[in-house]
């Protein structure tokens, strides 16, 4: 009779086992990873497992009565001292008696949810670099002498199979204490990664400790993120935001390395700002879990190339200027302690590899989250900030650069720009017969021409436009006739519309009358053509260095990319042409490549091999770089056809001088696709 | 024809190379360490060879001429900035060309000391823990866009051929201006050392960095004592010691156990002071030899447990009871940063193993030092102190124990007896006719009867009796027939000698008349014999346990060690009976120990790995110590034969009651013997 056959459920790992193993050897065997802190020893409850009899059939196992052990008495007293869900069973204790199904639960915790899903939609797999282990230690004796920590290392060896292991120096002093409380019974926390050397015990407990945290951290210039984890569960405990308080030193990256170079305690200043803030959000982020900051045992972080710097205490001064030199690019392994953060004296620190000096530990998490080095699909993936971060390709070849697209989308250098914040205008809608506006403020329902719409304004009205309305109004404005494909705003509508205004020598579109008035003048339209033919010209040069015509899925990363409508993006020419329902949002992916890396150090491998593969073009020394800007300043491009945009919206005839060219280039590259 | 053999002195490896090959690069293929710090650049003249023609023939090696390149650029480059003293060639520049015999002189420091030998004569081949590399690093290149940090370890990786190397995270706020400051040449220390993982980067200098050192530190409870190091030619640059602070806390070890039980700080003050003292000593040795702190870069301590545990900021309360348990007894690494040493903050940290809760890190100095794991003789190693630490062994098997003598040896509980100062009596003889004593003393050149004795010594005159004048006036009263064999002073001898008088039940010896008055009486006997007896019963012990009668080598170390009289601590019964030639004083060997494992990793592991399989002997616990004990309070014991001592000193007959069993016993091994 062969050895029963058993199927992990999600993972889908299989194999078969001799009748009398324990479960939670067969998953070890197949590298499932089920938690467990105890070792085996029926304490913890991490190791749960759930044996779904209906699933049997569907997997091609035919019969499911008595394939598990009964009940055992280390499950009898786990379930009186802790309770045991209705069908759960201690992996760590049922034995294989026959074919099974098991179903490995993510959460045993209280309030876990399900499975972390990152934000498009992958399961991410719980490995984390810090893990929990339970462990009996020897008494002292004296016809053996050996050192507590010796006798330590030597069980955690026996039941946790380390080969070899390390200890902290700075948790020699308080071990004699933790184990004589623990009546030598303790918890150990290790640090696991495999490129440091041996595992290390970072922290110990006395008796059973059965919950650990990490910190995902998303330094951005102007906002700070972070997410509270459970490494046990992979549950996000509590997320939490700032204001990046470097920017009482300067509003961009720029402004802040000229405060360095001028300012002798710059470079000070700035690293105790952000890494103040950052103890305040692990401050805020576990009193909100009613987590102990000393449970928070790994942190990662990911930020752009300066704002990485200069939380790591490094001088950012060379990546003011060229060469864009980064003192490190590639992933930083530390101490948290190092950088003075308010957690477990013995809590690890990862930071995410930069790609280049305009292409940070940001762009490698939106890397990791979004995976175009995952995906058969050409892929593209653009964070668009003071400098866009672009990187496109798929499974075969990967390149990312750095485009300078300026602060206009961020409503800098707007005439009436203005962050994203309530009274911004986000949405507008211009109507081609009387180009009469529209429009939708942040944190008010109705629409401008909906009833009701003053009232929901209320006293804070109507102060400005945020990026993303810059990006509609530029965009509607063209689809309108106000501006033409090369960006002028056309005066003679004057005579037809009341919306079109001298200003000097140019034209603006009034968008809104009254105090205060709102337009966009000439220069605006100038200032986002700038930006996107930036942004665009930098997609541009990567299509071309990867030699493909077209792209099958955008995703727009970012603050900015959340909220800019995909459709406009495309229409005023930041994006290349793709089908609008495969360009979406990525939400904080950045964030998210961050939790990524720490709830799995295979995701830490990945993503080093992957920034070490990607292709680092510097745009400022791509000759053909320069052709494509200009190219690009056309809306939507000089050359480029838009077959996909052009079948969901209609675009305004091209002029006969240059249509002919674009036209010529459209079709060419259409049937091509 | 053959390619041309290479033999190298003093380690006698040899190898056949081809024709053209450096000869340096030979040296690293038969593992022969030739220092280089610039990695065969003919910078840094580390790599020096001598090239010797007289010694070809002794060595087989016939014909000489032209077996070396001639005299090439990088060499002739150095000796013009440099000086290259005559016949001495750079090992990296010079190729083979024929059969070589090949000089590696250690030597290429000024001042440096030909060979570094340890205080029983053995060379120490240098293999540091810490080196240094010299490296041209590539330029920051907008094409290529990698860090700075990542281009160093590719340097590093690509010259001196490390697989994988991380970087201390200290070091990242530095480097971009390190390696400005020297134009993209630096020099980093590594610190290699395989059991914590890949090599790091510890500390970096611009341009070539030509010194580096190390300290090595005994931690005695009374005395620390220090060695300067440097760790590219081992020449010890300064040596300094200095009284243990601590001893205002307790003179001896358990009453500065209980001084950290009594006081709630007792722990932090006693790690403080010592930490201090240590400082001290670095800031000594340093401006001794004018060599900067920031230049130590490796620092290696041995020290009794409780010393051991204090210096790293461990209570050592738990060593001042049964069952004695150590917090640590293997190896420990740390950096000195984490102890507050002034030092370069990269530096690193070692800590022999202990042994056993009274065996400890000073004691395995000892052990690597004297090397009784590496003898085929049966070498006994006896480090007297408070407690006496034993070790007993061979090649094949080794043993060790404790034994509490106490403080008698020390002149404690002794009635005259002081310190070892001036003014004390450190040599005694008694004339077995009269009775009469002469004697010297500390820092006096003539004896007590001889002419200028009272001139000599001056208004300080004669004070007390130390621990070496103990155990010659009461070895030679036994010789002379004032005390038995069983220790009573006869004071039947009163009618023969005013130099034994009555002092109540009792009788005394007086040493000196006059004022002071220095006697020797009969409860100082007893605290000597009580010693003795202890540290013979352990010594006994240990031989039992291996199953041997007799032992081929003794080795005194500590300062006791070296100031006693091997044939008197036998008369006395100290040691057992072995050849007197045989018998040596180990100098401090325990600090020797720790400049072993300074300058050569390999003795690292060499004492981790003998440390574990010693055999520890825990003298409380064994039923046969205490009838040992018994037995060692006769002089020189109850059982046991002196043969080799009888054979060189006439001792007195032993009492018909009682010889017959003695002598048999005695017999029966000279027989085997």
């Given at each position: ?16 086992f001799?009748?009398g ?16 802190v ?7 409850g ?11 059939a ?35 204790s ?19 949810q399900?499975?972390r899903?990152?934000a498009?939609?992958r ?14 230690v ?10 507590d ?44 990664e ?22 995902a ?10 997410h ?18 470097q ?5 961009d ?25 950052i103890n ?27 704002m ?23 992933q930083?392994?530390a ?65 990312a ?34 180009l ?38 530029v ?38 009358t ?32 990867h ?59 990945e ?53 002919g ?13």
């Amino acid at each position: 009779m062969a050895d029963p056959l058993v199927l992990f459920m999600p993972s889908g790992k299989r194999g078969r086992f001799p009748r009398g193993m324990p479960v939670l050897e067969a998953a070890r065997q197949l590298g499932v990873h089920i938690e467990s802190v105890c070792g085996g020893r029926g304490i913890c409850g991490r190791c749960q497992i759930d044996v779904q009899e209906g699933q049997f059939a569907k997997h091609g196992i035919t019969s499911a009565a008595d394939h598990l052990s009964p009940f055992g008495a280390k499950e009898q007293r786990y379930s009186e001292l802790r309770e045991l869900k209705a069908g759960r069973r201690l992996s760590c204790s049922a034995t294989i008696e026959g074919d099974l199904v098991v179903d490995v639960p993510q959460d045993v915790v209280i309030n876990a949810q399900v499975v972390r899903k990152s934000a498009s939609g992958r399961t991410i797999e719980r490995n984390p670099a810090v893990h929990l282990c339970f462990v009996e230690v020897e008494e002292p004796d004296m016809a053996k002498p050996s050192g507590d920590a010796d006798r330590l290392v030597a069980a955690l060896s026996r039941d946790w199979r380390f080969e070899r292991l390390e200890i902290d120096f700075g948790l020699l002093a308080g071990l004699q204490s933790t184990l004589r409380a623990g009546k030598w019974s303790v918890t150990a926390a290790i640090h696991d990664e495999p490129q440091l050397g041996p595992p290390r015990v970072i922290a110990l407990w006395p008796g059973l400790k059965n919950e650990a945290y990490g910190i995902a951290c998303d330094i951005g210039s102007t906002t700070i993120a972070m997410h509270l984890v459970s490494l046990l569960s992979g549950r996000i405990a509590a997320s939490a935001g700032t204001t990046n308080p470097q920017i009482r030193f300067g509003e961009d990256l720029m402004s802040r390395v000229s405060y360095v170079m001028m300012n002798p305690s710059g470079r000070a200043d700035m690293t105790a700002a952000v890494r103040g803030a950052i103890n305040d959000l692990i401050g805020k982020v576990t009193s909100e879990a009613s987590v102990s900051a000393q449970d928070v045992l790994d942190c990662v972080f990911v930020g752009n190339p300066i704002m990485h710097h200069l939380f790591l205490g490094i001088d950012p001064t060379e990546l003011g200027g060229a060469p864009f030199a980064l003192a490190v690019s590639g992933q930083v392994h530390a101490r948290a302690a190092d950088i003075g953060l308010d957690v477990n004296p013995g809590a690890r620190l990862y930071t995410l590899p930069c790609i280049a000096g305009h292409v940070g530990a940001d762009a490698a998490g939106v890397t990791l989250a979004e995976g175009p080095h995952r995906q058969d699909e050409m892929m593209l993936v653009v964070d668009i900030g003071t400098n866009a971060e672009i990187v496109l390709g798929n499974r075969a070849r990967t390149l990312a650069c750095s485009s300078p697209t300026g602060p206009a989308f961020e409503g800098a250098e707007i005439s009436s720009g203005q962050r994203a914040a309530p009274g911004a205008i986000e949405r507008v809608r211009i109507d081609g017969e009387t180009l009469e506006p529209r429009y939708r403020v942040i944190g008010v329902e109705p629409w401008s021409d909906e009833p009701g719409f003053a009232e929901a304004a209320g006293p804070i009205g109507v102060t400005g436009i945020c990026g993303s309305g810059i990006i509609e109004v530029v965009a509607e404005m063209f689809l309108a006739g106000v501006i033409s494909e090369d960006g002028v705003i056309d005066g003679s509508l004057a005579a037809r519309s009341p919306r079109i205004v001298a200003n000097g020598r140019t034209y603006s579109y009034v968008l809104k009358t009254g105090e205060p008035l709102i337009t966009v003048t000439q220069n605006d339209v100038r200032a986002i053509q700038l930006a996107k033919a930036a942004l665009y010209a930098g997609v541009k040069l990567l299509m071309q260095k990867h030699g493909v015509a077209a792209v099958d899925r955008i995703r727009l990363a970012g603050a900015f990319g959340s909220f800019i409508d995909p459709k406009y993006a495309m229409v005023l020419g930041l994006i290349p042409d793709c089908a609008l329902d495969r360009v979406a949002a990525a939400g904080n992916a950045a964030g998210e490549g961050a939790l990524m890396a720490l709830l799995n150090r295979d995701h830490r491998r990945e993503i080093e091999a992957a920034v070490r593969r990607i292709e680092k073009i510097e745009t400022a020394l791509e000759p053909d770089f320069q052709a494509l800007f200009v190219n690009a300043m056309a809306l939507p491009n000089k050359t480029d056809a838009f077959p996909n945009l052009s079948a969901a919206v209609r675009l305004p005839e091209r002029p006969a001088a240059t249509a002919g060219e674009a036209a010529t280039g459209g079709r060419r590259r259409r049937a091509r696709a």
